[in-house]
Each structure stands twice: as C-alpha cells, then as structure tokens.
C-alpha cells in the first residue's frame, strides 16, 4: 500500500484568517470580528466569482477588495487600519498544532505541501513566519493556472506534482466547500471542523471529520522505532 500524501489548504486550515484582526482588535472596535467574517466571506466570493467568469486576479489582490468592502460596510472601523491589517495577514499565525502535525507526519514518512488559492508570495512569507517550511515538500498555489478551488484543475496540481494517483492523497481543509472540490476529483479528504459547523454537501463527504489537526495521526502511518 502506498503512503497517502497528506496536503492542506493553507487559509482557515493551517493559518488563522482571523489572526489579522486579532493583532488590531482594540483599533478596530466593536464590529472587529464581523468585519473579520465579512472580510474572508468576500475574499473567497471574489476568487469564486472570477472563476465562474472566466476572470483572473492574484489571491493578494482580491484579499485587498475584499478588505475595502468590508470597511465600507462597517465605517466604525477605521480605514487607516487597512495596511496594517494587510501586513497581519500576509504573515498570519498558524494555528497551535500546524507546526506539531506536520513534523509527525513527516517523521512517519508522508510526503507534506500545502495547495492554496493564496498566491506564491502570501504563501511563502506566511510559511516563513510560522516556520513551517521545513517539514513541507511543496507549496502548490493556484497562481499559474489562473484559476481557483474548487476547479478540478487545481487539485491536479498535487497529482502532477507529486505523479501519484488521486486515491493517495488525504487533503484536509477546514472548508467543507474545498473537501467537497477534493473528493469530486478523487482525494481522500478529512475535514478539520473546528468552528463545529453542520455538514455540508452530502453526496461529496470527508473520510473523517476532525475538530483539530492533531487527529490526523489516525490517519497516518506508525511512528518509526527510534
Ligand atoms: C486557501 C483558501 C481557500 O488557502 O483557504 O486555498
């Protein structure tokens, strides 16, 4: 049996979407979370939008747009905070055990990457600031292909980098939307449930549903013997 490779999405899955906003919370005042919500809802409408039109713009660029509207919507916010919040999110925490699951899953052998919409740039320096890089073997951005999840094409990324068969890949994302685009093309898929949210897409379901990274461990093979 071949060892499955394990890839992530990067945003809301290994990286904090709402770390930005949590550096500036007590700039931003009291609408800082629904600015937050609305921020990321629109960032991922933008990507989704363009594709469905046949229209391209960089991961960093439409973060941008989507960071005008949701301070026009919330004028309490003070639109002075948008390079700050900008500089906050191109160097995102990760989440507490991303660092931790990837070292395991690479000390037992798996191949690691990340496939993200985020482009090449937002994704290195977000992977350099969290200091993941070391137990990653790829970061596959949708960047050349011009196109964004959950298009099939973008999931081919990972087999035609890795020249491994669909079935051997596990993808974990905590966007049920982005686990269904993986298992249409064939991934087996965990969905990382943190905001415990009800399921979705009920044709197109996850091998597990995980409230952390950590219980990615089931998923992988044992620890070798020291
Ligand atoms: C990504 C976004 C969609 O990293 O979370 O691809």
Redesign the pocket.
């Given at each position: 049996m071949t060892s499955p490779a394990f890839v992530f999405?990067?945003?809301?899955?290994l990286f904090d979407v709402h770390a930005a906003i949590g550096r500036h919370r007590a700039a931003a005042g009291p609408d800082a979370e629904r600015l937050s919500e609305l921020w990321r809802t629109k960032q991922?409408e933008y990507?989704w939008t363009l594709t469905l039109a046949g229209r391209y713009e960089d991961f960093w660029t439409l973060t941008g747009r989507a960071l005008d509207f949701a301070l026009a919507r919330f004028p309490a916010v003070d639109r002075a905070l948008k390079p700050a919040l900008m500089e906050a999110y191109r160097t995102l925490d990760a989440f507490a055990d991303a660092r931790t699951i990837l070292h395991a899953l690479k000390t037992r052998g798996h191949e690691t990457a990340i496939?993200?919409?985020?482009s090449p740039a937002m994704l290195s320096a977000a992977v350099a600031a969290a200091k993941l890089g070391q137990d990653l073997d790829a970061v596959l951005s949708v960047d050349p292909i011009r196109m964004y999840?959950p298009r099939p094409e973008v999931y081919r990324l990972v087999t035609d980098h890795f020249g491994i068969a669909a079935a051997d890949v596990i993808f974990v994302s905590s966007?049920r939307w982005?686990v269904m685009g993986a298992r249409a093309f064939g991934f087996r898929a965990a969905w990382i449930n943190r905001a415990k949210m009800p399921d979705e897409y009920p044709d197109l379901a996850p091998e597990r549903v995980l409230t952390d990274l950590g219980g990615l461990t089931a998923l992988a093979g044992p620890t070798p013997n020291p």
């Open positions: 999405d990067a945003y809301g899955t991922l990507a496939l993200s919409n985020g999840k966007n982005d």
